[in-house]
Every structure is written in structure tokens, then in C-alpha cells.
């Protein structure tokens, strides 16, 4: 506001001087130059003032597009004194559109949480509301045998509920990542030895999971939870790979720059596509569905991210990476 005072000003002056210089000329009998000095001042006059009304135009418009949630509106990137500007307000407009695709994304995400949650919970509790009802109503029909069967119907249920429950705690209370000088080839021995085991409860050969580290890697963050991510996506990586005849996962670590990048290579069949970061969606027996949506969550918080380079019927490519 009190830049545009400022430009009120100096038209103001602008106007009042020229006009001051126009008529000493003239009463000094200089008309040419009176003349001259009136057309340049009112040349000036009207550029400045049609600075000030593009300008006063374009905050109009910046602020009735934010009004509206126009999320698209776009200012023409021109040179001068008014490129700073327009670039400024482009890129005040793109945080915003990003914001609120962010916001969208996030809701869309929750929605699906709470159907599937919703789901779930209905199947498990269903029997345990049936199966109580009729023990109270018909308590003489149920000999020990009886009891004893439904009990355990009952507590299956409600087990699988609260691992259910639990599942989702996991991937909603995350805590905030220590920041720690972590050595890169320390954590990859680590996370090398959790895959052998991985690999023997799976009947597989200890050796199928093999790293490959850049020398003197380190890196920064917690290494307990990125040694959970990274865990989880070599575990998928032996579940997708323990069908073919020489199952295989391929670790690859570099370093670029100030990002760290996990590749995680398997040969196995690929997966659906709907599968692809769907909270508690499995395939595999007893899954919970939320190591993928985890290990993505735990990248997100080092300033990176997980992303399906390919899958197809012959593996899955996965890149996890980390700014640091």
C-alpha cells in the first residue's frame, strides 16, 4: 500500500512540476519548449499511471482468483519492473494449487482408510455379536465342547481386530526422525542380516538378497526407521520373488548429490496395479497392507519418497530415496 502511495506521489509531483515548467516557458514567450516539457510530462504521467493500473489490475485479479479457489490462473512472465512481480505471484499461485492438491490427496487417502476400516470391522465383529447373542438367548444348547469352540471364534476375532487396530496405529503415530550421522555400510550389513532370516521363514536361499554400497556412504536421519523401510521393501521384494525356481533381490545404494538412492530390484511376478500404496490392501495371507504405505510414509519424513519404477510379470522395481 504504501508503495502505491508512493507512486500517487510522484504522478502528483510529476504533474504539478511539469506543469510548472510548461508555464514559466510560456510566460517567458518559449512556447516550443513549453510545449515540449507539456507533452513530456504528460507522456510520463500516462506511463506511470498505466504502471500503476496494470499493477492494480493484476493484485485485482490475484486476489479475486485466490477468492474464487482459482488454483489455475497464470500471469504472463514480462521483463521490467513488473517480471519480479509475476513471477512472484506464479509461484505464490503454484505453492497454492500444490496445497490444495496435497489437501485433496490426503482426504481422498483418509476417505479410503475409513471405508476399508469401516469394512473390515463389520466382517470381524459381525460372528462376535452373533455368536454372544445366541449363547445369551440359548445358554442351555452349548455343552463345554460348544462354548469352548465359540470362545474361540470370539477371541480369533477379536484378535484379528485388534491387529487390525494396531496396523493402523503404526502407520498414523509415526514419530519424529532422530537427526544422526548414520554409516551407510553399517546399515546395510544390518538390514543384509534381517533378509537372510526373511529368506530362511520363507524356505528360500539365504543368499538371494545381494547389496551393492557405494564406498564411504553415509548418510543422516533415524536409522531405525529407515532400516524398517528399507526392510520392509526387501521383505516384499522375497514374497514377490520366493515363487520363481532362483528367487532374487538386488540392492543398489548411491549417492547424488544431497539424495540417497535405494534401488530395490526382486524377479518376481509383479503386482496388481490397485495394490500400489493402498493401505490395508493385501494379497498375501495375513497381511496387514501398510508396509508399502509405511516404508513411503518414513521416506516422506527424510524429505524423499518411494517410488514403482516398473512391475511387471518378470519383477518390481522400486527406488526409495532420501535427502540428506
Not at 510530462?41 to 485466490?66: H, P
Not at 469352548?148 to 496405529?169: H, N, R, T, W
Not at 523401510?229 to 544431497?258: D, F, Q, W
Request: one cysteine or more; charged letters at 25%; a negative charge.
Amino acid at each position: 500500500m504504501r508503495h502505491f502511495e508512493l507512486k500517487w506521489w510522484v504522478l502528483t509531483a510529476l504533474a504539478a512540476g511539469g506543469g510548472a515548467a510548461t508555464g514559466v516557458l510560456m510566460n517567458n514567450g518559449l512556447w516550443a519548449a513549453g510545449i515540449l516539457a507539456a507533452v513530456v510530462t504528460g507522456a510520463v504521467v500516462m506511463m506511470e499511471w498505466s504502471l500503476v493500473d496494470k499493477v492494480i489490475s493484476m493484485i485485482t485479479r490475484f486476489v479475486t482468483g485466490l477468492e474464487m479457489n482459482d488454483s489455475m490462473m497464470l500471469f504472463e512472465q514480462s521483463g521490467g519492473r513488473l517480471g519480479k512481480m509475476t513471477r512472484l505471484m506464479n509461484r505464490i499461485t503454484e505453492i497454492y494449487r500444490s496445497n490444495n492438491m496435497e489437501l485433496e490427496t490426503r482426504k481422498l487417502y483418509y476417505d479410503r482408510i475409513l471405508r476399508v476400516m469401516t469394512h473390515e470391522m463389520r466382517n470381524a465383529i459381525t460372528p462376535v455379536i452373533a455368536l454372544t447373542e445366541d449363547m445369551l438367548e440359548h445358554g442351555e444348547r452349548y455343552d463345554r465342547e460348544s462354548r469352548e469352540e465359540a470362545l474361540s471364534v470370539i477371541l480369533s476375532q477379536s484378535s484379528g481386530i485388534k491387529s487390525f487396530l494396531d496396523s493402523y496405529y503404526t502407520l498414523t503415530h509415526l514419530p519424529e526422525p532422530k537427526n544422526e550421522k548414520i554409516d551407510g555400510r553399517s546399515l546395510f550389513e544390518q538390514i543384509m542380516r534381517v533378509a537372510k532370516i526373511e529368506a530362511r521363514e520363507l524356505g528360500i536361499d539365504e543368499g538371494a538378497t545381494v547389496a551393492t554400497v557405494a564406498n564411504d556412504l553415509t548418510l543422516r536421519g533415524d536409522v531405525s526407521l529407515l532400516s524398517q523401510a528399507i526392510c520392509n521393501l526387501v521383505k516384499n521384494g522375497l514374497e514377490a520373488a520366493a515363487c520363481r525356481e532362483m528367487p532374487e533381490v538386488r540392492l543398489g545404494v548411491t549417492r547424488v548429490g544431497n539424495e540417497v538412492r535405494i534401488m530395490i530390484e526382486d524377479n518376481g511376478m509383479g503386482f496388481e496395479e490397485k495394490m500400489q500404496f493402498q493401505p490395508f490392501y493385501s494379497t498375501k495371507p495375513g497381511g496387514s497392507g501398510v508396509g508399502l504405505c509405511l516404508s513411503r510414509q518414513i521416506a516422506r519424513l527424510h524429505g524423499g519418497d518411494v517410488r514403482i519404477l516398473s512391475t511387471s510379470g518378470s519383477g518390481t522395481t522400486m527406488l526409495m530415496t532420501i535427502v540428506c
